[in-house]
């Protein structure tokens, strides 16, 4: 996905505009999909066969995603860089995807009040505070290591309990979505 939005001269990072997906995604269910790929795409300043191609990219990487959060069954994985990449980078791309998530609900939300009780207030409370948080000075490889770890499992598990939360307001809102399957 990267490298299909950098092609389309894409101004969004992967895993900001993937966090982005899921949140919005709470909210809407599976018709979440079109609106994210045109509005990440909206800023292009790529050729028209390059935004072609980010578009049938973000569009298979919404399916997948929009499946992975109906089925209920934690296999939501976030768009983040791999296992090579330096921890502090894969630090900063888990707070720029938890931005995402929260732009994302905001975007979906017909009031953002009611985001902010139960179990979706204090995830994304959770996720203001990851979106900031940095490595610390002391803390050896390892122990960085396991902390973004930690912190992955963290807000993949999170990203889905918010979509679970959020399926009666998507059910009486018309946004789509399945019942959960557990």
């Known amino acids: 996905m ?24 709470c909210l809407l269910g599976v018709e979440a999909g079109p609106p994210w790929v045109a509005e990440s795409l909206q800023d292009c300043h790529g050729d028209a066969a390059a935004r072609e191609t980010a578009a049938q990219t973000l569009a298979a990487v919404a399916a997948s995603t929009l499946e992975a959060l109906d089925l209920g069954d934690m296999s939501l994985a976030l768009l983040l860089p791999d296992d090579e990449t330096p921890v502090d980078s894969r630090a900063s791309a888990l707070g720029l995807w938890c931005q995402g998530f929260m732009h994302g609900l905001s975007q979906g939300a017909a009031t953002p009040e009611s985001l902010e009780t139960g179990v979706t207030g204090e995830i994304i409370r959770d996720f203001s505070e990851i979106s900031r948080a940095t490595l610390g000075a002391e803390e050896t490889l390892t122990e960085a290591e396991e902390a973004y770890a930690e912190l992955v499992e963290f807000v993949r598990v999170s990203a889905q309990l918010v979509f679970e939360e959020l399926h009666a307001q ?6 789509g979505g399945g019942e959960p399957e557990h």
């Open 170 to 175: 998507r059910r009486g809102g018309g946004g």
């Open 2 to 25: 990267t490298e299909a939005l950098s092609h389309a001269g894409a101004l969004g990072e992967a895993a900001e505009l993937h966090g982005q997906l899921c949140g919005l995604a």
